[in-house]
């Protein structure tokens, strides 16, 4: 029988570093993540195992603790401020590389601190070098207070970690994730990402409740700072989650478009299609019944779904292949551009040619919403930033025109004119003008109208009158005027789509040197 040897005993330094290890993680720290579930949220190491792939990740500067004046009570730093309240690293989500800060509230409110920007600086200056997308999570309160960090910073304003996260924009995807408090110095991180998700439990805002008093504004409670009610209407945040773990599941989706193509695919009956127009030219349809038709099952995602209505913007898969989607929803204003869902499409278009997704847009509309209300949001700056997006970007648009499709909304829908796309198509159920027909017929037969009697006379009349627009201004007149490529068999449509993209080109290389960036807003 073989004897027992007992295991010799730890070195000290080894024995010592184990222990700084295990400061910090969660079951050192039991009365904190105690503190952070019976809130119903997660640790910050918890939301970091959910999101990586498993055994993948490597972390930077996990021994940090926060600078302090007095030394003294090194050990107790240690304990109460693992890693300086950031957790820092690159591993892989959905199997491949990512970079990834996951704030930790539990850690002086997540605020920022003297090494935490080091760490900071480290991870992006990898993503930037790497080519990594970063997964961010940002809850926190913003700059540190004076307690800390007093000897190695007066202001802090020195700090380069906003630069060199705002410097990644266009290089690389960058999506935020936010649940809780998240103020001041975290917010502006928030608020540069790419892409932006937040629970139903966020606040969001530019200062928090002890700036705002200091500053003189009166006394406000944080909930009251950038409720998600109000941050999910303004189109701060793109993505509303129930929870940090339904949060996390979707940040695994919108970096998979990021990604590449996937194998595993399904695909809808698309015989639905020729139908899900109204014969009625004058009523409205859930155009989101389509989209979800035409893409791959289960494939749509989409982008600040209450904000800027009238146009959708979203991602979606066809055969595997990640592609952005723009597109005019007729139940929101009749389909008009108005001046925010215009500036809505044109920053989502940046995103798209930024990590070169081709689009597809999905076109039905009057044309640009008008009259006094319209020019008081500054419509003709936002809704021209719609074509100067769509005139730069260099990857295949293809636009495919379900109805209405008029004036200058219609073209900027479309790349700034039917002759951008790489290919243009209209169902049987599309029409075309230079306006609106109702509009045109009012404005060009206003001398005919007006020498019959008001009443139903009148009204025969008008409808007769567009009529007659109708069959002038039809699809199948377009095609024939060569005004627009083809008109399709709505079945068609998605293998018309992956056909075209296929025939075109991948993003062109972009004119000059300058370097290109994805506007915040």
Known sequence: MAEKHDKPPLRPE?????????????????????RRHAKGYRTARENLADLIDADSFI???????????????????????????????????????????VYDYTVLAGTQ??????????????????????????EGGGGRPGDTDATVSVAGLQVQS???????????????????????????????????????????????PAMIEGGGLGVHEPTAIGPIEVQERNGTVDIVAEDEADATRIARELLSYFQGPVADWQVADQASLRDAVPEDRRWGY??????????????????RRIYGRPIITGFMRL??????????????????????????????????????????????????????DSEKQAAVRRMSSLFVSAASITVPLVAIFLRKGYGLGAMAMTGGSFASPVYAAAWPTGEFGGMGLEGA????????????????????????????????????????????????????????????LNAAPGARPAKGSRRNFVDTW
């Not at 601190?113 to 997964?135: I, T």
């Not at 859930?286 to 982008?303: C, G, H, K, N, Y």
């Open 14 to 34: 080894l024995a010592a570093l184990q222990q700084r290890l295990a400061n910090t993680g969660d079951t050192m720290r039991e009365e904190a993540a105690a």
């Open 59 to 101: 972390e930077y500067g996990q021994l940090a603790v926060a600078a302090q004046r007095n030394r003294r009570d090194y050990e107790d730093l240690q304990v109460n401020t693992p890693a300086d309240g950031v957790i820092t690293g690159v591993g892989t989500i959905n199997g491949q590389r990512a970079a990834v800060v």
């Open 113 to 138: 601190g003297y090494f935490h920007h080091h760490k900071l600086d480290r991870l992006f200056e990898l993503a930037e070098e790497w080519e990594l997308p970063v997964v961010m999570y940002t």
């Open 162 to 208: 906003f630069v060199t996260w705002a410097r990644l924009s266009g290089q690389v995807p960058r999506i935020a994730v936010n649940n809780g408090y998240c103020f001041a110095g975290n917010a502006a991180l928030f608020g540069c990402a790419d892409i932006t998700v937040a629970t139903r439990k966020s606040w969001i805002g530019m200062a928090g």
């Open 286 to 303: 859930p155009v989101r019944r389509i989209i979800e038709t035409i893409a791959d099952t289960d494939s749509f995602l989409e982008l």
């Open 319 to 372: 055969e595997g292949r990640p592609v952005g989607l723009i597109a005019n929803d007729c139940q929101q204003l009749g389909g008009a551009v108005d001046a925010e869902s215009a500036e809505k499409a044109a920053r989502f278009l940046q995103l798209c040619d930024a990590f070169e997704l081709p689009v597809v847009s999905l076109t039905d509309t009057p044309g640009f919403m008008v009259g006094p």
């Open 441 to 500: 017929v009012r404005l060009g037969y206003r001398k005919e109208l007006e020498a019959v009697p008001e009443g139903p006379e009148r009204d025969a009349l008008f409808e007769q009158l567009v009529a007659k627009m109708y069959e002038i201004g039809k699809a199948t007149e377009a095609a024939s005027h060569l005004e627009i490529d083809a008109v399709i068999d709505p079945v068609d449509t998605r293998a018309v789509i992956i056909r075209a």
